[in-house]
């Protein structure tokens, strides 16, 4: 039985919580970005991140200023973007849980030749270059651009993989049982 429908009336704009409800309904795929602006590396899930432009290659992703990881990323000339699948659930957790030091010995995780932290056997990583930042409300809309990846574990053209989708206040895994066939 479908839920009920709620009509939100209009006002100067919605309420944050009113915004969240509808979000909330709209599912994204798990990312885990990592920055050192050389204070030492901050992490931390996201669900904004999107490809915008593939010549050159740019991806964007917003990030609130009530982060701990704000700061840095305020700071940092380059950062890597995780793209996370249903076997780096631990690490999405991890990105998503405050107050606690990401880089303790609890994932496994090292730094490129050129110095960002990546964490380890994850699905796909990206090493970029912030180009711009735009402030957005209480959000930093960063534009990167891709300087080099690394894929660990990818899914043919077509085929699920074993993507990792954030909905509705929880993880899911996206697999056969979920595609719809039109």
């Known amino acids: 039985m479908p839920a009920s429908k709620v009509t939100i009336d209009a006002t100067d704009s919605l309420s944050a919580d009113d915004f969240k409800a509808v979000f ?10 990592t920055a050192d602006a050389g204070d030492g590396p901050v992490a ?44 780096d659930l ?52 960063i534009v990167a651009r891709a300087l080099q990846a690394h894929i660990e574990r990818d899914a043919q053209p077509g085929e699920l993989g074993d993507a990792l989708v954030y909905h509705n206040r929880s993880w899911h895994h996206l697999n056969e049982n979920s595609r719809l066939n039109g």
């Open 24 to 33: 909330r309904g709209h599912p994204g795929g798990v990312s885990v970005i």
């Open 44 to 87: 931390l899930t996201a669900t904004s991140v999107a490809s915008i432009s593939v010549d050159p290659p740019l991806l964007v992703f917003s990030i609130s200023a009530l982060s701990s990881a704000a700061d840095v990323l305020s700071r940092a000339a380059t950062i890597v973007v995780h793209s996370l699948d249903v076997h």
């Open 90 to 141: 631990e690490v999405a957790k991890l990105g998503a849980t405050s107050g606690i030091d990401r880089f303790a010995q609890s994932q496994s995780w090292t730094r490129l030749s050129t110095g960002e932290t990546v964490f380890d056997n994850v699905r796909a990583w990206v090493r970029c270059d912030v180009i711009q930042r735009i402030q957005a409300g209480t959000s930093t809309v």
